[in-house]
């Protein structure tokens, strides 16, 4: 929680330092777990669908267009982890969490005065962070793509929906989270994720 707060301070004062109108949207939701695929044993190891949270800082641009900071956290487990070390040995599930981080922002579809709809999108960072002695984070580069609806309540609130596509990106063969303890080789170039989140923006 304490990075989570870190993260927005420093993200507010920069918006507000280049805008006089912008909108904080706190959001919670659902992502869809996700895989790797081992490229030794062509065994995959899949990331269990949880909840996810975090926060989406937005400053309005032209013709209905938006430039957007997009921050998201999500703990689960990740599946079936031949491990190699002393203690423990043998097949686990490790905790992982994941962390995006995202500059991008909004095009409208339409701009109806009761319902707004747009298309998202961000490129940026994810952090994968295993919870497990002897393995490593992975800072990897991502991007993400979204369709969403946003719904004025008042003049400075509005509710808002929408869904995205994440796509983090590797190389093949490559060894992730490992300090000697255990590899996993990766098979493929994408680690891919979904998620649908609500949120109420805060305009100030």
Do not use: W
């Amino acid at each position: 929680m304490k990075k989570l707060i870190k993260i927005l301070f420093i993200t507010l004062i920069f918006f507000s330092a280049n805008s006089y109108s912008a909108e904080i949207i706190p959001i919670l939701g659902y992502r869809t777990g996700g895989e790797f695929v081992d490229d030794t044993t062509d065994q995959k190891h899949t990331i269990e669908s949880s909840e996810m949270y975090g926060f989406l800082v937005s400053m309005p641009s032209e013709r209905g267009k938006s430039y957007e900071f997009y921050y998201s956290h999500q703990s689960s487990n990740l599946n079936s982890i031949s491990i190699t070390t002393p203690s423990p040995t043998g097949t686990t599930n490790i905790p992982l969490t994941i962390d995006y981080f995202h500059f991008g922002g909004t095009t409208p579809i339409s701009s109806e005065p009761d319902l707004k709809t747009y298309v998202s999108g961000g490129l940026g960072f994810t952090k994968l962070s295993p919870d497990f002695t002897g393995l490593e984070s992975e800072l990897r580069p991502s991007f993400s793509l979204g369709i969403g609806l946003k719904y004025p309540i008042t003049e400075t609130i509005a509710f808002r929906l929408e869904t995205r596509a994440l796509a983090t990106m590797f190389n093949n063969n490559s060894a992730i989270f490992c300090s000697g303890g255990c590899t996993i080789s990766v098979n493929g170039n994408f680690f891919l994720q979904g998620e649908v989140f609500a949120g109420i923006a805060f305009g100030f």
